[in-house]
Structure formats: structure tokens, C-alpha cells
């Protein structure tokens, strides 16, 4: 046994490893178990290894596009377990660095799969039994398996890969991320299931590459939760690119053979197609991870796979906490991290408010970059919202031309009636990089006019997020 | 170095002033104590006297000019020896920015520009008053600076949705960082309805009458509720027929308070007949009673309206739940009586209080009253002198009315309005006789006086009234 704890965070994904150290900081005697590995997917599986996938790739690409630029680059070619050995290393050099945080704000490692089997009652402490693991060796200085005691429990487990029935992965022809992060060697063709950002950024990397890549999307519109106007541009640049894109299509049936499947293809106008890859990668999507928690008899509130909070993390039951993927969608790294600071925050008794998810960005990491907060134009309309709509492309902008990046656009959608920043929507280089101004704009809920008094450096791409808004109240300068 | 002359608070909650005039012109020798300006108020008139020596080297506000917020640059003085042009040039371009702070927090200054005891005022200094004024720093997350006419903090979207839908910043609760107001506090205030500001612009009914007239503006001129706006009121009439007198701060004032007094304190009124006979006697024996000074004036003469108020002053006391005023969520309910009195002046009135009435005897009340009779008209009362009481004493008997209603004076609870004293028929024993009779009338707010209260209240005035010599001792 040891001493109690005054916080306990299951899972050491973005989320989780966050919520530890600001509750470290915030001088609450802190432990965080986990039982794969520090950083969770996001640092080990997801964002990261695969933003240094998408890394060579692009320079790739560069490569063999050298003599646009006057370059000269001669027999240009890759060493595929290269490219994923680097990749791994990011993840590694992270890792190390995610330790080393907890280890620095002096928050314990447990290392195993943890059950939460009662929570706090009056001075009695919750209490968590961690059991012994064989899934990954525990890092240097971790607590062991045992039962411990806390007075709050934050549930942070994260999510997984989303398996549909006959065609479950298998993890030789049929790859979630977990494979198809780690290529042993490049796959000639490959059939890409779900067209979210996973999905996309894996056509995107293994096309770079030279695979013939099919994208099957089950909704009209490929990035569903994008902008229609940026998704159909992105759709015409991939299919430009030579990436085949269905959509309104669902895969019914998948069949194996030695050295490929097939998969049964049937479009929005019930035809059927078979298509044959060297592999295929299922991204239809991540559920909650809250089996074996032992949410069940402490009778916690779920709803479709994901637990139920009251915004602050709090879940039904006194003394028991959830934040991140677990705590439900957008099942994104940034939304984690920022739920966990406002849960402790909160039992910490700080002024908090819930997140407000409606101006949590996403990015997605194709070529072309796609980025996008607040509401997209539909929404907007749907909402009830008479819309100005700026839109600004990089063919306009001096920084796009010189980088050699002509092809994009910044769209910004604002309320008609107060010049409320309601949505930025865009595609292109770097746009990842681009979107936050938006949010900050959005978080100090600037108006139109505060974002077109707001200088902005010449040459740089983000000249066009001005441009877009002059756009939208038709004061645009370089169209 | 030059001195800025700044806006002197003149009492602790003024926010602004109006600069009536300049008793010196710019060139003029100061002396310490010289007055150098006029500064009116809601009511008051008071002079800004100097403390420094030197030339006025530059008037910054014009006389004439209406709200000035205190703590602004109102002139400079150059010190001795110094270049009186340079003074004016240089002096008001840094230290405007630097006098700002101040006016965020006239309330912790104010101590130090009252000069208590006679209507003078000091002005504070820019050397003095940013210290003076220094805002709290930190303080609590939620605590938002809204009230207090300092500045509000609320986002560009929040300041945009409050204008157009006509809510009051300064009356919403911020709940963004460092109780910053964020756009959902707004929405919130709206839908809760707490700070509607006044009629939004765009909403006015359009069928105004006659003259197609733009709507009023948010809070008329005098800060009182709009009712019809100037062209519409100006458009049943021909244009001829009238001139037009501008508001001077008294008639804000009145407009703004006595408005809101109506609005905001439920009033009901008791009226009830006091035979004054036996005051009149009495009256008589002890003004013929009185002392003489030295050059043989009497030491004081009586009025009615002063065993008036004397006998409100004891009636609150033997009625001790009627000597509360409403307070928002409580009630607050004094041991003495407190009894304003109003005065009519030129354009307006005062209402100065008599502290402590029940204990004050008839002839220190009757002084104090001819002093601020006196000093009202004058336009010489102090705003100390002015503020507060639980109940106030309206008496047109002198015009000859014989009954009326008058309007309570917020915060008051109550207020009496005293009607002539004059010889009636009344039936005693059976039989008609003629008494000398006086109508009063309580006004009273129902959220502290129900009616029970406000009659055990009346008639215990009407039995000290009656029975004057309750009042002596």
C-alpha cells in the first residue's frame, strides 16, 4: 500500500500526462498510470510519428520537384524502414521527454492496466487496483503493479481504432495506424477506408510515396467535418495527384488472398465495384476506451462509448473524472490537454468554464495542409446565421508564389449582424501553422473590425487571413 | 514645474461636474486660497480654491462646459518663475495621460480634495493624485470592474452585442478572465432582462407622432428614463410657441431621481387632519419666551414646520420599524431620525437633513433650518448636507394647499407632505366647533412600510402634533 493519493490520472496520453503536471503544479500529490507507454497514441502512434512520415514525404516530393525551384536532383529515391526508424525516433526522443516531465514536477509513474473500484466517500479515499502488464516494459522509476488510493480519479484512457465487423484488421493485409505507421516496405496499392484526417493523411503519405491509393468515403463529402467548399477542393487536388476518391461508397465485403484483397465496393447508386490493394487501411474512426475500468458497478454514466461529463470533467459519480478521447468527441490531442487543466483546475476550486467546443481547431496534415475552426458555412446557415463570407487565395499572395505554393485558399465566415468570427476554413501550404490566429481572434471574440485593424507582417502566408476578412466586408486589396 | 489643476470630486460618489464658471483669467496672479473656478453639480455650487502660488498660465475647459469627469485636466498653473507660455504648452499633453488613472478611482481621492467645513474646494494635483488614486492591484478573478463609472473591460464582440441590443455594460457581471465581460454575459444579461440600458434605438414604435421623429436617445440627456424623444415632444407643437431652456444639473437630477422613485418604491399614501390649536398656543408662549442676542434679535423664532419636523423625528423613534429605508435585498433601520425638509429655490429645490431630530430641541432645529434655507438658495449646501435621511418633510401651506401627495426622495422611505393650517368646522362632542386644522399626507414605500406601520407612523405624528408638549421633553 501506499500513501493516497490526492490525484490519479489513468492513462499518460496527451491528455493525461497534462492533467498530471498541472495538478502537480497546482501542489496536489499526483500519480498518472499507464500501461504502454508515456504520451499515449498521440505521441507514440498518432500526431507525431506520423507528422515525421508526412516530413519525408514531403521533402520527397520536393525532390523530385526539384527543378522547379533550379535544383537538381538526380536518381532520387527512398529507403522505406529509413523513413520509419526516423519516425520512431521522434517518437522515442518524446517519450523520453514526457518522462522526464512527470519526473521533474515529481508526479509518480504507475505502470499497469488500472480498475478503478471505488471512489472517494466522505474521508475515505477512492481506491485503484493496477494490474501487472506484459504490453510494454515499464520506464525507469515507475511504481509497479499494486492497489492504490486516491481522492479524485481522472479517467483519461483515450481511444482506439474503430473495428467494422468482417473486416476487423488483422494486421498484415487489413492495417489500422498502428501498421501502417510502420511500413516494412512500401505497398504497391493500397485501399484507404474513411476519408477523416487519418485517413487522408495516410492516402496522402503512401501516394507521395508512389502507391496507386483509393479512398471509399461513406458520406457525400471527403473530411466530412470540413467545409464543403475546402473538402472539394482538396478532393480535386488528390484526385490531381492521382489518388482515386469514392464517395457514397461503402465497402460490404472484403476478401483476402495471398497477396492482396478485394474489397466489394457499392456506390451511392447501389453498383457494386471490386477493388484489389497490396493492403488496406481501415480509418472509419476511434471509440472510447471504458472496458475494464470497472465503470460499470460504479454505475458511470456512458453514452455511445464515451463517458459522460458535466463539461468540467466531472462524471456522475462523486470523485471520478474523465477528460479527453474517453470523455467523447472531437477526439483530438489539444481538446485532451485542455479539458484535463480545466478538471483540475476545477477541483482545485479555480474560476474555470467549460471548453467551448466550438472553436477547438483541426488540422489535417495532407498535401495540401487543411486547416479549420468554429462553424463551416453550412453550419453557419443552418444555424441561423446571415454569413459574410471572405475568401482569399494563394495565387494572391507573394510569400505563396515565391514558396512556389500557388494552390489554396482562406476562407472566414462571419455573423452579418455583430462581426462575430463564426468559422476560418483553409487549404494549402502551411495552413496548420496559419489557423491559430484565427482562434485567438475567436477566443477574444474580436470582431471584423479588430482582425482588420490588426497588422499583419509582410510577406508571410498569413497576409492572406487579413485579405480573407477584408474579403468577407468587400474591402479585399489583392484580388 | 507647471501644476495641472484637476476636476475636484465634491463629494465621494461624483463622477462628473459641470465647470460653471472662471474667476480668473488666464494671466492672472494666483495666491494660495484664491478661488479660481466655480464647479456645479447635481446641486451644488461649490469654488475651487487654489493651493499652489503662481500665474494661471492656461484654462484647459472653457467655462460653461457640462460634464467633466473628475480628476480631468481642468487648467495649469505656472509656479513661480516659471515661463508661463511653456507652462501652457507643455503642461496639458503628458499629464492628461498621466491624471487618467486617477479618474478610474475618484472614490479613494475624494478624502483628499474635500475640504470639509465650508463650500471651498481644493483641487488635487497631478503630483498627488495618481498616488491617492492608485487601483487596487490584483484582487479577486471574478471581481469585475464594472461599476463605479471606472472603465469597463468587456471583448470588441461583447461591447458590439451590448450596443445593439441596448444593454448596459456597466451592469453586467464579467465572467472571462480577470472578470473581463465576455459576449455570453451579455446575452445572459439581456435574456435575464436586469440591464436594459433603456429602449434600444431600432426598437421605438414607429408610430411616433407627427413629426417623423428619429427615436430617443439610450438615457436622455438628464440620465432619466426616455419617454418621448425631443423632436417627437417638439412635434405637437408649433415651432414658434415655445423657447427652450436647457438643463441645468439640479433638473437632471430631479428628473432622473424622482422618476425612478416612482418606478422603482411602490407608494401609497395616508392622509389624516391634525388640530393644531394647541401648537399655535404653545408656539406663541415659547417664541415670546425666547432669549435676545446681543444686538437684541431674538435667539429664535419657531415655525410650525419646525415642530413638524421635530414630531416626524420623534414619531420615527416611537415607531421604530418605520425608521428603515429599502437597501436591494435588506432593510436598513437607524436608531435616530434623520428628517429632510425640502426647500424650494429659483429652478429646483433641495432637501437638507436634520440629523438627529428627535433629540435636537425645536430651537437648534429651527436654526439649522433658516442656515440651510439660507445656504440652499444660495446654491451653498454641502452634498453631506443633502444626502441620506429616512423620511422628508414637504410643506406648501404657505401657497395655500390644503392637501397634496409628493413623491419619496430615494433612498427615504417616506415622505410628508403638510398641507396649510387653517380654521375648520369639526364636530367634537356632538357639536360643530372651529379649530385650527393642518392636512398631512404620508407617502410611503410599501417594500419597508406597509400600511399598518405607515398609520401607527402618522398617528403618532398627529399625537405629538396635537399634544405639543410631548415635544419638549
Known amino acids: 500500500m501506499s500513501d493516497t493519493y490526492d490525484i490519479l490520472v489513468i492513462g499518460a496520453g496527451p491528455g493525461g500526462y497534462v492533467t498530471a503536471i498541472r495538478a502537480a503544479q497546482l501542489g496536489f500529490k499526483t500519480a498518472v498510470v499507464d500501461r504502454e507507454h508515456l504520451g499515449g497514441i498521440c505521441l507514440n502512434w498518432g500526431c507525431i510519428p506520423t507528422k515525421a512520415l508526412l516530413r519525408s514525404a514531403e521533402i520527397y516530393h520536393y525532390m523530385q520537384h526539384a527543378s522547379d525551384y533550379g535544383l537538381s536532383a538526380k536518381e532520387v529515391s527512398f529507403d522505406a524502414s529509413a523513413i520509419v526508424k526516423r519516425s520512431r525516433g521522434v517518437s522515442g526522443r518524446l517519450n523520453g521527454g514526457v518522462g522526464m516531465l512527470l519526473k521533474k514536477n515529481k508526479v509518480d509513474v504507475i505502470w499497469g492496466e488500472a480498475t478503478v473500484e471505488s471512489v472517494a466517500k466522505g474521508n475515505e479515499p477512492g481506491k485503484v487496483t493496477v494490474k501487472e502488464t506484459k504490453r510494454a516494459e515499464a520506464p525507469k522509476g515507475a511504481k509497479a503493479a499494486g492497489s492504490y488510493t486516491a481522492k479524485h480519479i481522472i479517467l483519461a484512457t483515450g481511444a482506439r481504432p474503430r473495428a467494422i465487423p468482417g473486416i476487423e484488421p488483422d494486421k498484415k493485409q487489413i492495417w489500422t495506424y498502428y501498421e501502417a505507421m510502420v511500413p516494412e516496405a512500401m505497398p504497391k496499392s493500397l485501399l484507404v477506408m474513411g476519408s477523416g484526417a487519418i485517413g487522408i493523411e495516410f492516402a496522402s503519405f503512401y501516394r507521395t510515396m508512389g502507391a496507386e491509393v483509393t479512398v471509399v468515403e461513406l458520406l457525400p463529402q471527403i473530411l466530412p467535418v470540413e467545409d464543403a467548399e475546402i473538402a472539394g477542393m482538396a478532393r480535386k487536388r488528390f484526385e490531381k495527384q492521382g489518388i482515386k476518391i469514392l464517395t457514397g461508397a461503402k465497402v460490404t465485403k472484403v476478401e483476402k488472398s495471398a497477396n492482396a484483397v478485394t474489397a466489394t465496393i457499392e456506390g451511392s447508386d447501389g453498383k457494386s465495384q471490386q477493388i484489389s490493394a497490396e493492403k488496406l487501411i481501415s480509418a472509419v474512426g476511434v471509440v472510447g476506451n471504458i472496458e475494464n475500468l470497472g465503470l460499470e458497478k460504479l454505475g458511470v454514466k456512458t453514452d455511445r462509448g464515451t463517458i459522460v461529463t458535466d463539461g468540467l470533467g466531472r462524471t456522475n459519480v462523486p470523485g471520478l473524472y474523465a477528460i479527453g478521447d474517453v470523455a467523447g468527441p472531437p477526439m483530438l490531442a489539444h481538446k485532451a490537454e485542455h479539458e484535463g487543466v480545466i478538471c483540475v483546475e476545477t477541483i482545485k476550486g479555480l474560476h474555470t468554464h467549460p471548453m467551448d467546443k466550438g472553436k477547438i481547431p483541426g488540422c489535417t496534415y495532407c498535401h495540401p495542409q487543411i486547416a479549420s475552426v468554429g462553424l463551416t458555412e453550412a453550419k453557419a446557415k443552418e444555424q441561423g446565421f446571415q454569413v459574410k463570407v471572405g475568401r482569399f487565395p494563394f495565387a494572391g499572395n507573394g510569400k505563396a508564389i515565391a514558396l512556389g505554393e500557388p494552390d489554396g485558399l482562406i476562407k472566414t465566415i462571419f455573423d452579418a449582424k455583430t462581426g462575430q468570427l463564426l468559422g476560418a476554413h483553409m487549404i494549402g501550404a502551411e495552413v496548420t501553422e496559419l489557423i491559430q490566429g484565427y482562434v485567438v481572434a475567436m477566443t477574444l471574440e474580436s470582431t471584423e473590425e479588430e482582425l482588420m485593424h490588426t497588422v499583419f507582417p509582410h510577406p508571410t502566408l498569413s497576409e492572406m487571413m487579413h485579405e480573407s476578412v477584408l474579403d468577407a466586408y468587400g474591402k479585399v486589396i489583392h484580388t | ?473
Open chain 2, 1 to 473: 514645474m507647471p501644476i495641472n489643476v484637476l476636476m475636484p470630486a465634491l463629494s465621494p460618489t461624483m463622477e462628473k461636474g459641470n465647470l460653471a464658471k472662471w474667476l480668473k483669467k488666464e494671466g492672472d496672479a494666483i495666491k494660495s486660497g484664491d478661488v479660481l473656478a466655480e464647479i456645479e453639480t447635481d446641486k451644488a455650487t461649490m469654488e475651487v480654491e487654489a493651493i499652489d502660488e503662481g500665474v494661471l498660465a492656461k484654462i484647459v475647459v472653457p467655462e460653461g462646459t457640462a460634464d467633466v469627469p473628475v480628476n480631468d485636466l481642468i487648467a495649469i498653473i505656472a509656479g513661480e518663475g516659471e515661463d508661463v507660455s511653456a507652462a501652457a504648452a507643455g503642461g496639458g499633453a503628458a499629464p492628461k495621460a498621466e491624471a487618467k488613472p486617477a479618474a478610474e478611482a475618484p472614490k479613494s481621492d475624494a478624502g483628499q480634495n474635500t475640504t470639509p467645513g465650508d463650500g471651498h474646494m481644493s483641487y488635487a494635483r497631478v503630483n498627488e493624485a495618481p498616488d491617492g488614486a492608485k487601483p487596487a492591484a490584483g484582487g479577486g478573478q471574478a471581481a469585475a470592474p464594472a461599476s463605479s463609472g471606472g472603465r469597463v473591460f468587456a471583448s470588441p464582440l461583447a461591447r458590439r452585442i451590448a450596443k445593439q441590443e441596448g444593454v448596459d455594460l456597466a451592469a453586467v457581471q464579467g465572467s472571462g478572465p480577470h472578470g473581463r465581460i465576455i459576449a455570453r454575459d451579455v446575452q445572459e444579461a439581456k435574456a435575464s432582462g436586469a440591464t436594459k440600458a433603456a429602449p434600444a434605438p431600432a426598437q421605438q414604435p414607429a408610430e411616433a407622432p407627427k413629426a417623423a421623429a428619429p427615436a430617443p436617445k439610450a438615457a436622455a440627456a438628464g440620465g432619466a428614463p426616455a419617454g418621448l424623444s425631443l423632436d417627437q415632444v417638439r412635434g405637437f407643437y408649433q415651432k414658434d410657441a415655445y423657447e427652450e431652456v436647457p438643463l441645468d444639473g439640479m433638473r437632471k437630477t430631479i428628473a432622473k431621481r424622482l422618476t425612478e422613485a416612482m418606478q422603482v418604491a411602490p407608494h401609497f399614501y395616508l392622509t389624516v387632519d391634525c388640530e393644531l390649536d394647541a401648537l399655535m398656543k404653545l408656539r406663541e408662549t415659547l417664541n415670546g419666551s425666547a432669549g435676545k442676542d446681543r444686538d437684541g434679535k431674538p435667539l429664535f423664532k419657531l415655525s410650525v414646520n419646525d415642530f413638524v419636523i421635530k414630531a416626524m423625528g420623534l414619531a420615527l423613534t416611537h415607531v421604530p420599524a418605520a425608521n428603515a429605508v429599502w437597501a436591494e435585498d435588506r432593510i436598513l433601520r437607524f436608531k435616530h431620525a434623520e428628517v429632510g425638509v425640502a426647500v424650494a429655490i429659483d429652478g429646483g429645490l433641495f432637501t437638507p437633513v436634520i440629523r438627529r431630530a428627535d433629540e435636537k430641541t425645536l430651537s437648534a432645529i429651527s436654526n439649522e433650518m433658516k442656515d440651510f434655507a439660507a445656504r440652499a438658495r444660495a446654491k451653498k449646501l454641502k452634498p453631506e448636507e443633502y444626502q441620506g435621511g429616512v423620511t422628508s418633510v414637504s410643506n406648501l401651506g404657505m401657497f395655500g394647499i390644503k392637501h397634496f401627495t409628493a413623491v419619496i426622495n430615494p433612498p427615504q422611505s417616506s415622505i410628508l407632505a403638510v398641507g396649510a393650517g387653517e380654521k375648520r368646522v369639526v364636530v367634537k362632542d356632538g357639536q360643530p366647533t372651529v379649530a385650527q386644522v393642518m392636512t398631512c399626507t404620508l407617502s410611503c414605500d410599501h417594500r419597508v412600510l406597509d400600511g399598518a406601520l405607515g398609520a401607527e407612523l402618522v398617528s403618532a405624528f398627529k399625537g405629538l402634533i396635537e399634544n405639543p408638549m410631548g415635544m419638549l421633553v
